[in-house]
């Protein structure tokens, strides 16, 4: 069994920051892709920044040059520090990553429960 566990969320004012985490946990052979999304109120969930093949980053554009994503392939962790922080940007953000459980097993996406996100003007 395979569990993603988000962190990091709350309130904050305008201006500020934040930093998630998202910590794989259980039967894990490799962590392939790992990515943010955020869903915000009333809307569909959308692509924050995602590793992709690899070492690839891929950022929306509303987030260039405010939010970085990290990761520790050592933790199977993977960071999104956000900074700057605009109103617009309040969601419940979730982690996803594409995990091979080795033998016997297809990689597929596992999604974390959601973290809140709030920015306030």
């Known amino acids: 069994q395979v569990q993603l566990v988000e962190s990091g969320g709350g309130l904050v004012q305008a201006g500020g920051s934040l930093r998630l985490s998202c910590a794989a946990s259980g039967r894990i052979f490799r962590l392939n892709d790992m990515g943010w999304y955020r869903q915000p109120p009333g809307k569909q969930r959308e692509l924050v920044a995602a590793?992709?093949?690899?070492?690839?980053?891929n950022y929306e554009d509303s987030v260039k040059g405010r939010f970085t994503i990290s990761r520790d392939n050592a933790k199977n962790t993977v960071y999104l520090q956000m900074n700057s922080l605009r109103p617009e940007d309040t969601a419940v953000y979730y982690c996803?990553?594409?995990?091979?459980?080795?033998?016997?097993?297809?990689?597929?996406?596992?999604w974390g429960q959601g973290t809140q996100v709030t920015v306030s003007s």
């Open positions: 996803k990553a594409n995990i091979d459980r080795g033998l016997g097993y297809r990689p597929r996406d596992y």
């Open positions: 590793f992709t093949r690899g070492s690839s980053t």
